[in-house]
């Protein structure tokens, strides 16, 4: 007898893979059989029947498995038909098509002449379907999708009892984003009248809205790297300040803070502890740390028009600080207010604008040709309106109703109405910031190397040299931020080209403020009276130029020694129409490969 009897044979994992394999193959072509009766019957109702006849002709997924189908006579919203889309979507949740078809079957053949109740029962057993399969995927847009339009084709929907199920859902998984997608749908659905946004629906209903606000705070709290229910909560909060209406209703906000003030600045300070403890639990979480970006916001920086030129060949150019979306064509006015006929182009682009734009062109400098050289320009007026142009970045603003701008080949000052910009809160920026600086000092004392905290505190550092252009410690604050951006680099390499360019637009602002003048209380700016013959920006670590139109009445640029690629400095060339000689020595390419990049 051999020294094995008796013992149990161990298969060799090839043998177990084979026998997976062969379990597998069985299974695929169950599945790959009942997709194409499916997608047969599909296209049976799509184009009619009689063209099969048990021929492998038809939907292409029959054609490339050589499945065939028997013929069938007529169209058939059956049970059967419904009972294929619940076996596939078992194995399948995420096939789409397959949910059309079972929402086609339902419409069109289950509800076809059936009472509400019976319509309703339907639709209660495919929110209970819904919930057989959603822990396959939690995250499936199809299954979601599916589940909304059951809700909303009930006669009968039952949003409080979806609102509890989405609670488990979130107990279970805290950051799923189709889970709080969701929510905020069912909440919308509680609050909304017809023809309401989900905001303006949850503005009605402000009992309700601070429901929501309470239940982000308990998801937070439990983890703090949900960074669903912080944007939840982003949301939501404007709409809870604007709905504290009375002294009782600030008192009470103040007892469970412990803080006095107004309704907006006591809603600060209690965000700003619950942020604080978010970030000395977990300093390297990004959700909080956009959260807390948000909640401080940040200011809309006005586009300045920063003056006008005009050249020896009849053509006005004029400059902004930066790049703007053309949406209309700027009106030019002779001294007795008559059109000036002719066309506008942004330098780097060959378009030209004569009437309302197909598509938006982009430029930091632009020009008007006339249509012919006789028409005098000398004296004529460039009528800027708010409606003509937009901001390339959310953080810049036009912040005028109308500009004009007299052309005499000097640059003159402008006229214009300003339209400011609104906050949820009504705190002081410089007092908030300082505050945050030093807050987040406190933190580096104890995380000197996290990565949120020294962005956090070169990003308000920055916005507080802006608020303060006259602050005699600008410099050295400007010093530190170049500094920690430099650290940056070298904490957090996947990003370093970023901090780079960051770094890249503070050296150029500090090496071209003496170009303009500041001539709004917005911090508005226009080209200085005087400009340089020679700007020396050489041997600064430039990266790109942030805003080349700053440089139009400089004729000579010196940029050795800097990082700029072939294609950064022709897109540069072409934006300086009035650049007679610049020095690339030493950057990242060579004359031949500026040429080609000019040529293309």
């Known amino acids: 007898m051999s020294g094995m009897h008796g013992r149990k044979k161990i298969r060799t994992t090839e043998e177990l893979q084979q026998a997976r394999k062969e379990r597998e193959a069985v299974k695929i072509k169950e599945y790959n059989a009942l997709v194409a009766e499916c997608f047969e019957k599909i296209w049976e109702y799509r184009h009619g029947s009689g063209n099969y006849g048990g021929t492998t002709f038809g939907h292409p997924f029959l054609i490339r498995f050589q499945i065939a189908i028997p013929q069938k006579t007529e169209k058939q919203y059956d049970g059967a038909a419904l009972n294929i889309t619940t ?126 606000f309470e239940f982000t705070t308990r998801k937070v709290t439990q983890n703090f790297s949900n960074y669903s229910a912080w944007h939840n909560r982003s949301k939501l909060l404007p709409i809870v300040v604007d709905g504290i209406e009375g002294e009782e209703a600030r008192n009470e906000i103040a007892r469970q803070g412990g803080l006095g003030g107004t309704a907006p600045l006591i809603a600060y300070r209690i965000e700003i502890e619950l942020i ?32 006008t030129h005009l050249t020896s060949a009849n053509t006005v150019l004029l400059a902004f600080d930066d790049e703007i979306s053309m949406l209309n064509p700027f009106a030019v006015l002779t001294s007795q207010g008559v059109p000036v006929p002719g066309s506008w182009r942004s330098f780097g682009s060959g378009n030209k604008v004569s009437g309302n734009l197909g598509e938006q062109l982009h430029g930091y400098v632009w020009a008007f040709e006339p249509e012919t050289k006789d028409i005098p320009i000398q004296g004529v007026e460039v009528v800027v309106r708010a409606a003509d142009l937009v901001a390339s970045r959310s953080e810049r603003a036009w912040r005028y109703g109308e500009v004009r701008v007299r052309v005499t080949g000097e640059v003159e000052t402008r006229e214009g109405e300003a339209t400011g910009s609104a906050k949820w809160y009504t705190l002081d920026r410089a007092e908030l910031l300082e505050e945050e600086v030093k807050d987040v000092r406190e933190l580096l004392e104890l995380e000197p190397g996290s990565k949120w905290a020294l962005q956090t505190l070169a990003r308000f550092l920055t916005e507080l040299c802006h608020i303060r252009p006259a602050d005699p410690v600008n410099p050295q604050v400007e010093d530190e931020v170049i500094t920690i951006l430099e650290l940056l680099q070298t904490i957090d390499p996947d990003r370093a080209r970023r901090y780079e360019d960051w770094r890249t637009n503070l050296v150029f602002e500090r090496a071209t403020r003496h170009l303009v003048k500041c001539v709004g209380e917005h911090g508005e700016v226009m080209f200085a009276d005087k400009q340089p013959d020679v700007l020396d920006l050489s041997n600064l670590g430039l990266t790109h130029i942030p805003t080349p139109s700053l440089l139009l009445h400089v004729p000579r640029l010196n940029l050795k020694g800097n990082r700029l690629s072939a294609s950064q400095a022709a897109r540069m060339l072409a934006a300086l129409p009035l650049m007679k000689e610049m020095d690339w020595d030493g950057n990242l390419f060579v004359k031949e490969e500026l040429d080609v990049a000019l040529r293309d």
Not at 108 to 128: C, R
Not at 202 to 209: K, N
Not at 283 to 305: A, C, H, K, M
């Open 87 to 212: 076996r596939i979507l078992h194995q399948n949740p995420d096939f789409y098509t397959v949910w059309n078809f079972r929402r086609l079957i339902l419409r069109e053949g289950v509800f076809k002449d059936a009472s509400a109740d019976a319509i309703q029962v339907s639709l209660k057993s495919e929110l209970d379907f819904f919930m057989q399969i959603i822990t396959i995927n939690p995250k499936s847009y199809w299954m979601w999708n599916h589940r909304r339009w059951c809700l909303e084709t009930m006669p009968k929907p039952a949003w409080e009892r979806e609102l509890a199920l989405v609670d488990k859902m979130l107990d279970m998984d805290a950051r799923n984003f189709h889970g709080w997608n969701y929510r905020r749908y069912v909440i919308s659905q509680l609050a909304r009248d017809p023809g309401m946004t989900d905001t303006q629906a949850l503005r009605t209903s402000p009992a309700l809205a601070r429901s929501e």
């Open 276 to 307: 604080k403890a978010a970030v000395y639990t977990d300093p390297d979480d990004s959700s909080v740390w956009l959260y807390r970006w948000w909640l401080i916001g940040r200011d809309t920086t006005p586009i300045s028009l920063l003056g």
